[in-house]
């Protein structure tokens, strides 16, 4: 069992920057993809950004150009840089973790961490 933890979120200005963390109990050396996911209210969860064990990446076209996606194995840690933040980045933004176990799909998901961009 993996436990994520987000950290990072906050409060910023239009225009500003935030580093969200997302530190793993475990190994994520394992795990196919990992991504960040955001959720506003009244709003369905939408995929942001996702980094596969081989460093591929992808992003919502929403925030491309804008946002980037690491992962650190060796601190079993995944960041997202956010730039160029917008009120509508405004959300809570969760981890996200993918692995492949005995042929089935396992999603693991951290508690989310909120992210406010003010006018």
């Known amino acids: 069992q993996v436990q994520l933890v987000e950290s990072g979120g906050g409060l910023v200005q239009a225009g500003g920057s935030l580093r969200l963390s997302c530190a793993a109990s475990g190994s994520i050396f394992s795990m196919n993809s990992m991504g960040w996911f955001r959720q506003a209210p009244g709003n369905e969860r939408e995929l942001v950004a996702a980094i596969t064990s081989g460093g591929s990446t992808n992003y919502a076209d929403s925030v491309k150009g804008r946002f980037t996606i690491s992962r650190d194995n060796a601190k079993n840690t995944v960041y997202l840089q956010m730039n160029s933040l917008k009120p509508e980045d405004t959300a809570v933004y969760y981890c996200?973790?993918?692995?492949?176990?005995?042929?089935?799909?396992?999603?693991?998901w951290g508690q989310g961490t909120q992210v406010t961009v003010s006018s």
């Open positions: 996200n973790a993918d692995q492949i176990y005995f042929g089935s799909w396992v999603h693991y």
